[in-house]
């Protein structure tokens, strides 16, 4: 004789199975956002050579302490069709032909030239709140921008922070005021650790691959018939860091 478990039994086993495996994939997700390569190191130092000989000549003292070295920034420009199509004065630079719609504005094509062999160096400094690793790299002269990156648990978060004294020419909503400096979230979509960090980690190398969300800059923006350029920031670098002692 078969035994048939009664229908809402069996919608119960059946949902208590589905959640087990939901918090399983969940739970490898979570692990998975970041891979183990010690190969990075190698990696690192081959772009740290591309630097400037100013920039090399202080390995053995400021810098071994940590730097950054960004080999992409791009900015997406989202309002295209904006554009004036009367001015010819700016032209749209495609700052990734593999990716369809995204382009920047003229002002993009001032980081046209960063690229694997012709890497920028960074400001990098790093360390533990907690058991949450941040690392945060940036360029500050006048104006900047920098992206901080926390990982925990295996979960990455990130922000990126740009910045423009006078003028304030940005804005993260269309209806907010007009800000010089704002910190928007990130998406990681690549990240890469030489090893597993920990607190009491003498040193830490990575790479990462950051896009920030879409903010609005009224900065070089005249020609866009609104007056502002909604874009998205694009960056791709490598750091290396000795975790700052806890406080």
């Not at 048939?4 to 399983?24: D, G, H, N, T, V």
Request: hydrophobic share 35%; charged share 25%.
């Amino acid at each position: 004789m078969i035994y048939f478990e009664p229908r809402a039994k069996r919608r119960a086993i059946f949902m208590k199975y589905f959640f087990l495996l939901a918090a399983s994939f969940a739970a490898q997700l979570s692990f998975a956002q970041y891979r183990i390569d010690s190969s990075l190191r190698e990696r690192y130092w081959t772009l740290f050579e591309r630097l400037p000989e100013l920039i090399r000549n202080g390995k053995d003292t400021s810098v071994k302490k940590g730097l950054g070295i960004l080999v992409e920034l791009a900015a997406d420009t989202l309002n295209k069709k904006d554009r004036r199509q009367d001015d010819v004065s700016v032209k749209i630079h495609s700052v990734d032909p593999g990716r369809d719609g995204q382009e920047g504005s003229g002002s993009t094509g001032e980081y046209g030239w960063i690229g694997d062999s012709t890497p920028l160096w960074l400001d990098c400094r790093c360390g533990f709140r907690g058991d949450t690793l941040e690392v945060v790299n940036g360029l500050y002269l006048f104006s900047g921008f920098s992206f901080t990156t926390r990982l925990a648990n295996g979960r990455a978060t990130a922000f990126y922070s740009g910045q423009e004294p006078g003028g304030r020419p940005f804005k993260t909503k269309l209806s907010g005021k007009r800000v010089d400096s704002f910190t928007v979230p990130a998406t990681v979509s690549g990240l890469v650790l030489d090893r597993r960090p920990r607190r009491g980690m003498s040193e830490i190398y990575g790479a990462m691959s950051l896009t920030s969300e879409a903010y609005y800059s009224y900065s070089d923006a005249s020609d866009f018939r609104y007056g502002y350029i909604h874009q998205r920031m694009h960056i791709r670098f490598y750091f290396h860091c000795r975790p700052a002692p806890p406080r």
